[in-house]
């Protein structure tokens, strides 16, 4: 059993920044990919961002490309995703997951566990 706690959410304005951590515990030597996902109000749960066990390789979804870096450190088993240039559409609770596989990185259905969320709000 691997367990996530994220934390770090918050309120923030417009064009700032705030960066959500997750912090795993237990089996994670099982764990191969870290990912976030989001849920805003009234929309489904979709990808963010995924980074493998080196840290080696990332993936975003176009939505936060070139303003959402996610990270890790294996030292911890800490996962970070550091958001810049925010907006009020990614207003979402942020959801980390641990998946033991890598390609099927975007869908949720892959992850094998899954942290309680934590909510970011963008105000305008």
């Known amino acids: 059993q691997v367990q996530l706690v994220e934390s770090g959410g918050g309120l923030v304005q417009a064009g700032g920044s705030l960066r959500i951590s997750c912090a795993a515990s237990g089996r994670t030597n099982s764990i191969y990919a870290m990912g976030w996902f989001r849920q805003g109000p009234g929309k489904a749960r979709e990808f963010v961002a995924v980074?493998?066990?080196?840290?080696?390789?990332?993936r975003y979804a176009d939505s936060v490309k070139g303003r959402f870096t996610i990270s890790r450190d294996n030292a911890k088993d800490t996962a970070y995703l550091q958001m810049n240039s925010l907006k009020p559409e990614d207003t979402a609770v942020y959801y980390c997951?641990?998946?033991?596989?890598?390609?099927?990185?975007?869908?949720?259905?892959?992850?094998?566990?899954w942290g309680q969320g934590t909510q970011v709000t963008v105000s305008s």
């Open positions: 997951a641990a998946s033991r596989f890598w390609n099927t990185y975007s869908n949720s259905q892959a992850y094998d566990y």
């Open positions: 980074v493998n066990w080196s840290g080696s390789s990332t």
